[in-house]
């Protein structure tokens, strides 16, 4: 399909086949990943400026990684040591980055909605790496990438995501997405930990999480997001781990071709166990691999390929 749209802000907002797209743009790109050396010139000459004004670690390095690989330079803006400090506004700050000509500016905001308010204020594209608990496109995208990968398909597919629900982008955006894409997606988690009408997504809603992973296909294990809990939801880590923990005995119940995943910063011992975590079955490092392949996917489609530009889709092509 041609692709017009200017920024990548959810999956709320991308239909099937500009899904579609993305995932076979970056199953194209994997083949870079594994040269030695791993570089084409698709973005040469571009600005990829990542803001973000939240901790990150493999997100930001993962967009940084997908741009310099498309030969794009880079800018990583730190709020801590800019203009910010001084009082200037997030929209100001972004104008000034923006009169610099920069292709993409990839976000990430505390605030839900801080990309979208920004892509309708700035002419570049706007790309969401997570938007405080809305959405966090780029790693559904990854994750779908992941599944189909390992399953040849998504449709289907019944995926059970468990955990911290209520405070996840990740979750949002994955269920969003796969359900698009025609998978069955069931949520576990404590209750306070489900929002409330969440159903209203399509989803089936369980507290019991040897119900909800009984012949599951996947099963996306969620971090407790502490930092976003404005108090305690449950009553320790020791009985969280008993009762919402993923263990070797309890991936008995799904199918014996089940995969994991999770999203990563993982808490040993508390959603997930060692021996599960480091198992085959586990895909969590496929996870981050899959990410440089997305985000590369994704910065090439916003600022590489524009509607007719067949010498960008030859480079790819040929690489």
């Given at each position: 399909?041609?692709?017009?749209?200017?920024?990548?802000?959810?999956?709320?907002?991308?239909?099937?086949?500009?899904?579609?797209?993305?995932?076979?743009?970056?199953?194209?790109?994997?083949?870079?990943?594994?040269?030695?050396?791993?570089?084409?010139?698709?973005?040469?000459?571009?600005?990829?400026?990542?803001?973000?004004?939240?901790?990150?670690?493999?997100?930001?390095?993962?967009?940084?990684?997908?741009?310099?690989r498309?030969?794009?330079?880079?800018?990583?803006?730190?709020?801590?040591?800019?203009?910010?400090?001084?009082?200037?506004?997030?929209?100001?700050?972004?104008?000034?980055?923006?009169?610099?000509?920069?292709?993409?500016?990839?976000?990430?905001?505390?605030?839900?909605?801080?990309?979208?308010?920004l892509?309708?204020?700035?002419?570049?594209?706007?790309?969401?790496?997570?938007?405080?608990?809305?959405?966090h496109?780029?790693?559904?995208?990854?994750?779908?990438?992941?599944?189909?990968?390992?399953?040849?398909?998504?449709?289907?597919?019944?995926?059970?995501?468990?955990?911290?629900?209520?405070?996840?982008?990740?979750?949002?955006?994955?269920?969003?997405?796969?359900?698009?894409?025609?998978?069955?997606?069931?949520?576990?988690?404590?209750?306070?930990?489900?929002p409330?009408?969440?159903?209203?997504?399509?989803?089936?809603?369980?507290?019991?999480?040897?119900?909800?992973?009984?012949?599951?296909?996947?099963?996306?294990?969620?971090?407790?997001?502490?930092?976003?809990?404005?108090?305690?939801?449950?009553?320790?880590?020791?009985?969280?781990?008993?009762?919402?923990?993923?263990?070797?005995?309890?991936?008995?119940?799904?199918?014996?071709?089940?995969?994991?995943?999770?999203?990563?910063?993982?808490?040993?011992?508390?959603?997930?166990?060692?021996?599960?975590?480091?198992?085959?079955?586990?895909?969590?490092?496929?996870?981050?691999?899959?990410?440089?392949?997305?985000?590369m996917?994704?910065?090439?489609?916003?600022?590489?390929?524009?509607?007719?530009?067949?010498?960008?889709d030859?480079?790819?092509?040929?690489?």
């Amino acid at each position: 399909m041609m692709w017009t749209r200017k920024d990548v802000l959810g999956l709320a907002d991308l239909s099937v086949d500009e899904i579609q797209t993305i995932l076979d743009t970056a199953e194209s790109f994997k083949e870079i990943n594994r040269r030695e050396i791993k570089k084409v010139p698709t973005l040469r000459g571009k600005t990829v400026v990542n803001l973000f004004y939240e901790p990150s670690t493999r997100t930001r390095t993962s967009f940084e990684i997908a741009a310099k690989r498309l030969s794009a330079d880079t800018v990583n803006f730190t709020p801590s040591s800019s203009s910010v400090g001084k009082g200037e506004t997030l929209l100001d700050t972004v104008r000034n980055i923006e009169a610099m000509h920069p292709a993409v500016i990839v976000v990430r905001h505390p605030n839900a909605g801080t990309p979208h308010l920004l892509s309708r204020r700035v002419g570049i594209s706007v790309v969401n790496a997570g938007d405080g608990a809305h959405e966090h496109p780029s790693q559904a995208l990854l994750d779908m990438l992941m599944i189909r990968e390992a399953k040849g398909r998504i449709e289907g597919l019944t995926i059970s995501i468990v955990g911290d629900i209520s405070h996840s982008r990740v979750a949002r955006s994955n269920i969003l997405g796969l359900k698009k894409m025609g998978a069955n997606v069931r949520i576990c988690g404590p209750a306070t930990m489900i929002p409330p009408a969440i159903d209203r997504l399509g989803v089936e809603v369980f507290h019991d999480m040897d119900a909800a992973i009984h012949d599951a296909d996947v099963i996306m294990m969620l971090r407790i997001q502490l930092e976003r809990q404005t108090g305690a939801l449950f009553p320790s880590n020791r009985e969280y781990a008993r009762f919402y923990g993923l263990n070797e005995a309890r991936l008995e119940r799904a199918k014996p071709d089940a995969i994991i995943m999770h999203p990563g910063p993982m808490n040993r011992g508390v959603e997930i166990s060692s021996d599960v975590a480091d198992s085959t079955r586990s895909k969590i490092l496929d996870q981050v691999s899959n990410g440089v392949a997305v985000r590369m996917a994704i910065l090439y489609l916003l600022a590489g390929r524009k509607a007719g530009d067949e010498d960008a889709d030859r480079e790819v092509e040929g690489h």
